[in-house]
């Protein structure tokens, strides 16, 4: 018998301001046919002013724990991905927690980029694995709009704002790949291509929070390639092949990109859940809201294999291979 992390919840939360391509067309020189055929985006949406990225991830969190019918004091651990935090410290996690009411346990943020969920689901993974906890929160919450140059065409139609959730408990398995649970995490990073995807700013170097920085082309290239491979390692290390993935859930930064893995998998376009046309790239949100939305409506039911994948600046990326 093994001990394996079953996600019991899901939970989301969406800014209520939507912006269109057609808003930001009158901004800055773009349009919408032009992002529409380079992304697959059609809008997205934007915090309010004053909304912070607390307030986004701790809605999501209420959602998913609503969702799993647990209560907040049940909650050992708090894990949230993001690359926007509320402050440099403490952990937005923190600012979660004591709003939720469940302090005592271990709460602390992770900083992957658009792998951060991906980041923090594995970390929640192996607590729970090392019998540390029992029921952990992951939960991914951005603020991205923060961060953008809203007069560089080529970065600020690409970006959302948003935050999802999931809630962890440990269960006991057979510890095969028929188990319910996390069947396994796959994580990798790559320092060297620092300058293809970076904000150009933070305390220790400029003392400021800097604007989102990208050479798309070459992030492109880079993407389709490492999210091919941790894909593959993921359904090898579990001794399955591509035809038995119910569900590929990706991280949402470009219909290309998601389009150009899911080729190379030979995973047909029924089988991928696709936000990014509402939402654009939350960053560490996307997957958990594709996720949320695809369980709520029915499309992913108990017992299905769901894989997740994503990259982000670093450069990061990873994969999670989930029977829900």
Known sequence: MVTRSVIVGCGAYLPQRVVTNAELAEKVETTDDWIVERTGIRSRHIAADGETTAD????????????????????GLIVLATATPDNTF?????KVQARLGCVGGPAFDVQAVCSGFVYALAVADNFIKAGQVKTA????????????????????VLFGDGAGAVVLRAEEAAGTNRDRGILSTH??????????????????STQTVGHL?????????HAVVNLAQVVKEAIEANGLTASDIDWLV???????????TAKKLNVSA?????TVERHANTSAASIPLALNEAVKDGRIQP???????????GFTWGSALVRM
């Open 187 to 204: 994580l990798h990073s790559d320092g060297t291509q620092h300058d293809l995807l970076y904000v150009d700013g933070g305390p220790s």
């Open 303 to 313: 017992g299905q294999l769901v894989l997740l994948e994503a990259m982000g600046g």
């Open 250 to 260: 990706p991280h949402q930064a470009n219909k290309r990109i998601i389009d150009g």
């Open 213 to 221: 920085r990208m050479t798309g082309r070459e992030v492109f290239r």
């Open 56 to 75: 986004l991830a701790t809605h999501a969190a209420r959602d998913a724990l609503a969702h799993a019918g647990i209560d907040a004091s049940e909650v």
């Open 270 to 274: 029924e089988r991928v859940v696709v």
């Open 137 to 156: 929160l992951v939960i991914g919450a951005e603020t991205f709009s923060r961060i953008l140059d809203w007069n560089d065409r080529t970065t600020c």
């Open 90 to 94: 403490p952990a937005t996690a923190a």
